[in-house]
Structure formats: structure tokens, C-alpha cells
């Protein structure tokens, strides 16, 4: 048979391109070969990281038997949802709203004109748990085409037909104000466990665009419980296992195990995550000066630019949760996880009763098969820090000879962008130049491969090839956030240009005439619905996204094209902030900044000079920040902004009126929210 995926630039489609199962990338031909066989669609969605994609494509998908019946009965259809985010989107709305619940694998069932008429997630090989076999599912979806297929017309239409009438318009809505706010924190501290300083439920995602919102609230509303809940929350994930306590970086989430003890986590990482924690750390750090928020940050930012930084200087998407065991079986966490033994074996017996006891390791274990996750187990109690850290030293160097989990490298426009950001200013503020040259080789790579003559985004690339998927609105959105934040530390005026042509692209193809926003640009690839989630889950929707890089590029820039529609964005913050701030948490934090302002920083001086390192410890909610010579054109905010006595000297505005200019830099730190002692 063909092998349609040998030449993707998706590792997930990669991974299946020697599958027994005949499949097909999502394209137009498929759907025609579909039509053409009179068969029905099987659509499989998954991403390369992702542990039960793995089990079911090895249970299924490399079965001889499942492949054969799938290859004469369907039209297989694998897409990684990483790439078409958008296909994702629409048929895991569908899936949601039929089941009342998603995730990945996904599984879909379509007539050739692409209408869903059955869904799952995870069908095992044999049935159990009271979910049916995959064999059994198709069987079943088989006969329903071939007997009864009047029934599937009408309720592939009907789906089809309730997707379509979910177009949102929050035009009316009105901009977040104080109330809205301060409703959004009241709910938050309902959901909060104030004796773990976790939200509530057993499974736990990292919230990190939550608390960017606590921080910024704190700063401008001055909320003593906004900085403690955000305390709390950075607190418990850097104690444990969803932190990996030895290479840093965080895993997907952790699960509360039913017999109590320690959490266990998901351990893929992802770039999206250790972007977001690493900038969120590098601001919890800004606020307090607190040397654990300092010490994670800059272990996350390694953690990304040690593991997942690509030749081409880009990051790559993700690393997976499996690895081979010391056995040769490839199973979840082994890479991470510890035995008291091999404690032992790396540290010696001192040392690995320190390690054992500081890091919670168990003869019986905390995981699987004796082994243990590590988390910091002692709270509220001295410990030798430099003997820590050799131990993690050690430790680390010993597991870099095991083998590794696989890593998936394609390049994503929007998580590049996110990774940008945090990379730049955590290199600002800790005076780590090396972070800021990796953030501007990324920012590089997505110029040169993913924004082509037009600045028209590419999805992915990999191998420094783009994969040829459009951007959505998420990657113009991240990758103006990250191209600004870079401006603001390297004082370039050309990252502010390309973030320019990016948002001038979000008015022009992605707004709709009441001020909405779509994730896809109205040229795009059309789907059974214009997919539209204004809601941050993993990472901000490409609408919050959008919203906070307009903001920022008015604030820079006077435009108020760019005002007038982050403005016009923000009344989905008004409609859900109140009610689920957990799913609405950066349009919160860009909502700050819009009631701040937000405030606009002008440096007449040197980039990097001592002024400058001020405005960007500023804790004003969103504040742009301009540094350079005021003779260049390269940022509007230094027009005719002179020095003062030839003395490196600050402008700040907001709301149209400035203060005046000052070469002081404790009034210019006091001005912004910080104190002059902070760095």
C-alpha cells in the first residue's frame, strides 16, 4: 500500500508511517477516496507525547487483523493535533458535546463530507471497563453505514447542524471593569484547597496563565490574597512530582492517587508548559524576590534550551512520557523515577539517605515496581542547599546515560513564541545574555521558515521545513507576545515591526464584523464549522493571545485600530471571567493590563543600562517598555524624548497623561510598582 505519511514533517504522523492501517493525511483526497468507495471516515487524533495514543495505536493499529478490516470498510484519517489545531478543535467540540467529555486519542466516525456521527476516545483491543472493543466499534459503525444509513445521514446533519449555530459574539458584553475582576478572584478562592495550595480535584494542571493574573492583580489592585494564592499555587507545584526535581521543567499534570501519598505525574513535558511556568516564576520573582521562584525559573529555562532546543535554533514541541526501562520495556516514567538502590549506586549511602529523605523516596516506593517519583518531601525545615544541589548534579549526570524519552521536533509557531518571551526576560532579569541570544535565534527561525514574504504564518516546521499547515490565530497571537517581549529587552525596534505585520493580519482575516475573533483565518482550509474558543485551557486561546500582543502593540504604537480591537476582545473576559476565571485566566491577566493602562515606558539610554533593567522589573500590569536612543526611529515612545542633562532618562504615560520624565531610578521603580531594592 502507498505510505501517504513517509514524507510528513509531523513526528506523531511519522510514528505511524509503517502502520499496517492504509491511513491518509487529512486532505481533500481522502475524502473523495471515501466518496468514491461509498465508506465512511475513521479520523484518529492524537499528538507524539501522548501515552495512550501509543498503547492504542500499538494494540490496534499495528494489528494486522484490526488494520485489515479498518482498510477495507474506512477511509483512515490520522492528523496530530499539534499541527491542525483547528481540525482538532471542531471535532473535539463535537466529541465534548456528544459525550460530554474529550481527550486524546481521539476517534471520529464521518460521512465523506467530513459531518461526525460517532465519536470515542481510547477503544481498547478487547472489551472492558464497559467500554467496547475497537473491533466492536467498527463492526458496529460498519453495519449502521451499510443497514441503516438514512439514521447517520440525519444524525451527522443534526451535529453538523448545532456546530454551526455556536458562533460567539461578545461585542456586547462590555469591557472587563474592577467588578469584573474582583468577581473572578472571589471564585478562584472558592476553588482553592488552602491546605495544599492546589485548586481542587484530583487531577492537576499547571494554572500558570491563573497566576499571571493573581500577579498582576496584586500589583495593581494591591490584593494580599491574589499574591498569596498565587504563592500557594507556585509553592506546591515546585515541591512536587509535577516538577522534576533533578533537570527542572515541569510534566504535563499530576493525578492524587486514591490511597493518598504522593501525586503521580504525567510525564511528558511540553514547551507550551515550561514557557508559560518559566515566565510565570520569573514574575513571581519580580514580585516577592523570592530565591525559590529565582531558582526555578532559571532551571525551567535551562530544562528548554538543554532539552528541547532544535539545531535550527528553534525549540522543539515536546519530550514523551515513555522511555525504555532498565529491563528494555518501554513504560511510562522510567527515566524520572528512583529505587533506594540506585540511589545508592549513583551517591553512595550517605548521600542517598539525604536524597531519599529529601526527596521522598521510598523502599516501597511511591510509583510502580518499587520505584519512586521524586518531590521535595521535608517542608518547613533547613536544608543543606549546597548538598542538595550536588545531589542533584550527580543525579542528573547519571540519568543522562539512561535511555531518553523520544522528543518530538517539530517546531510550533505559537509555543515558540511563548518560549521567546520567557526566555527574554528571564535573561533580563537575571543577567543571563545566553537566554536572551537563544530567545532571538528562535524568534530568527520563525522569521526566516514561518512567516514568509507576506507574514503570513506557518504552523510548523521541522527540520527547518515548514510543514505547510496555516497558522491560526494562536501562533500570530504567541508570536507577536514573544516577538514584543524582545523588543522590550533588546531594545531592536524590528521585533515591534514583525509583531506589526502578525496583528495586522489578526484584523484583517481573523476579526468578524461584531469584533469577534476566529482561530482560523477567513482564506483558510473551510471545515463543517469556523472553529472559535475563546476559552485558555494548556495555553491562552489564540483570542485571549491576540487580545494581550493588540493591547501591547497600541500601547507601543498610539494605534488605535489595535486598541479599539483588544478592547473589543476583552468582553469574553466580562461574559466568563465571573464564572470560570480557571478557563479565562490570561484574558484576566490581560484585562489587568488594560485597566492599568497599560502603563508605556520610554528609556532614554542605554539597552541594558541601569535604567532599563528598572522599567523591565516594573511590576505594572502589561507595561510596555521602549529603550534606546532617542535620535532612532525604531520605537515610537522615544520620538522626542530627549536625555536630560545627558543622563540616561524615563518617560511614563498611561491613559494620555505622563509623568515627568525622571534619571531617577528608585522614582522610576516607584512609579511602575516595584521597590528601588528589587534587584
Excluded at 492504509?22 to 471516515?41: G, M
Excluded at 545574555?433 to 504552523?459: C, F, N, S
Aim: glycine share 10%; proline share 5%; net charge negative.
Amino acid at each position: 500500500m502507498p505510505n501517504r505519511l513517509a514524507q510528513a514533517t509531523s513526528p506523531y504522523l511519522l510514528q505511524h508511517a509503517d502502520n499496517p492501517v492504509d491511513w491518509w493525511p487529512w486532505e481533500t483526497d481522502a475524502f473523495e477516496e471515501a466518496r468514491r468507495r461509498d465508506v465512511p471516515v475513521f479520523l484518529s487524533v492524537g499528538y507524539s507525547a501522548c501515552h495512550w495514543c501509543h498503547v492504542m495505536a500499538h494494540e490496534s493499529f499495528e494489528d494486522d487483523d484490526a488494520a485489515a478490516y479498518m482498510n477495507e470498510h474506512f477511509v483512515s484519517v490520522k492528523v496530530d493535533r499539534e499541527e491542525r489545531p483547528d481540525v482538532d478543535a471542531v471535532y473535539m467540540e463535537a466529541v465534548q458535546a456528544a459525550t460530554g467529555q474529550g481527550g486524546w486519542p481521539m476517534s471520529v466516525f464521518m460521512t465523506p463530507d467530513g459531518e461526525p456521527f460517532y465519536f470515542g476516545t481510547y477503544f481498547p483491543p478487547e472489551a472492558r471497563h464497559g467500554m467496547p472493543s475497537f473491533r466492536q466499534v467498527l463492526e458496529g459503525v460498519h453495519n449502521a453505514w451499510t443497514s441503516r444509513r438514512d439514521e447517520v445521514g440525519e444524525v451527522a446533519g443534526k451535529i453538523t447542524r448545532d456546530l454551526a449555530g455556536r458562533e460567539l459574539s461578545t461585542g456586547d458584553a462590555g469591557m472587563p471593569t474592577e467588578e469584573t475582576q474582583a468577581l473572578a478572584l472571589l471564585q478562584l478562592t472558592r476553588d482553592i484547597d488552602p491546605a495544599s495550595g492546589w485548586f481542587k480535584g484530583d487531577t492537576k494542571f499547571p494554572p500558570s496563565m491563573v497566576i499571571e493574573f493573581l500577579l498582576r492583580h496584586h500589583a495593581r489592585a494591591g490584593s494580599v490574597a491574589a499574591l498569596e494564592m498565587a504563592e500557594g499555587l507556585c509553592g506546591a507545584m515546585a515541591r512536587s512530582s509535577l516538577y522534576d526535581q533533578v533537570g527542572g521543567g515541569f510534566h504535563r499534570y499530576v493525578l492524587t492517587p486514591r490511597t493518598g501519598g504522593a501525586l503521580v505525574p504525567h510525564f511528558e513535558k511540553m514547551l507550551y508548559d515550561n514557557a508559560l511556568l518559566c515566565r510565570v516564576y520569573a514574575h513571581l520573582w519580580r514580585s516577592t524576590g523570592s530565591e525559590p521562584a529565582r531558582r526555578v525559573a532559571l532551571e525551567t529555562a535551562d530544562f528548554m534550551v538543554r532539552e528541547l532546543r532544535t539545531p535550527e535554533g528553534g525549540f522543539a514541541s515536546a519530550l514523551d512520557a515513555d522511555s525504555e526501562d532498565g529491563a528494555g520495556r518501554h513504560v511510562e516514567g522510567a527515566y524520572y523515577v528512583w529505587t533506594p538502590e540506585q540511589l545508592r549506586e549513583v551517591l553512595g549511602d550517605q548521600d542517598a539517605a539525604f536524597a531519599a529523605e529529601h526527596f521522598g523516596v521510598t523502599q516501597e516506593g511511591t510509583f510502580e515496581e518499587g520505584a519512586s517519583v521524586l518531590r521535595l518531601a521535608r517542608t518547613g525545615t533547613v536544608v543543606d542547599a549546597d548538598r542538595a544541589a550536588d545531589v542533584r548534579a550527580k543525579l542528573l549526570a547519571a540519568r543522562e546515560l539512561r535511555p531518553r524519552p523520544g522528543r518530538d521536533d517539530k517546531v510550533v509557531a505559537a509555543w515558540n513564541g511563548l518560549a521567546i518571551a520567557a526566555l527574554a526576560e528571564t535573561g533580563a532579569y537575571f543577567d543571563r545574555p545566553d537566554l536572551i541570544e537563544r530567545a532571538t535565534e528562535a524568534a530568527d527561525l520563525l522569521v526566516r521558515v514561518h512567516m514568509g514574504d507576506v507574514a503570513r504564518l506557518t504552523r510548523t516546521s521541522k527540520d527547518g521545513r515548514t510543514g505547510g499547515h496555516a497558522g491560526v490565530l494562536e501562533d500570530y497571537g504567541d508570536v507577536a507576545e514573544g516577538f514584543l517581549a524582545l523588543a522590550a529587552v533588546t531594545g531592536e525596534g524590528v521585533w515591534l515591526e514583525f509583531a506589526g505585520f502578525l496583528l495586522d493580519i489578526v484584523l484583517q482575516h481573523f476579526t468578524g464584523e461584531g469584533g469577534q475573533l476566529y482561530d482560523t483565518a477567513d482564506d483558510a482550509e473551510k471545515l463543517i464549522r469556523r472553529p472559535q474558543d475563546p476559552t485558555d485551557s494548556a495555553t491562552p486561546a489564540g483570542w485571549t493571545a491576540a487580545a494581550g500582543a493588540l493591547l501591547s502593540y497600541a500601547a507601543y504604537t498610539g494605534s488605535e485600530a489595535h486598541r479599539t480591537a483588544a478592547e473589543g476582545a476583552l468582553g469574553v473576559v466580562q461574559a466568563l471571567g465571573p464564572r470560570v476565571p480557571r478557563f479565562i485566566g490570561w484574558g484576566l491577566a490581560v484585562a489587568e493590563a488594560l485597566l492599568d493602562g497599560p502603563r508605556e515606558v520610554a528609556v532614554a539610554g542605554p539597552v541594558g543600562g541601569e535604567l532599563h533593567r528598572t522599567a523591565l522589573l516594573g511590576r505594572a500590569p502589561g507595561a510596555v517598555v521602549a529603550a534606546g536612543e532617542t535620535a532612532g526611529t525604531e520605537f515610537p515612545l522615544l520620538a522626542d524624548r530627549p536625555m536630560v542633562g545627558d543622563a540616561p532618562t524615563a518617560y511614563v504615560c498611561r491613559h494620555f497623561v505622563c509623568d515627568a520624565p525622571t534619571t531617577d531610578r528608585e522614582e522610576l521603580a516607584r512609579s511602575l510598582g516595584s521597590s528601588p531594592s528589587d534587584d
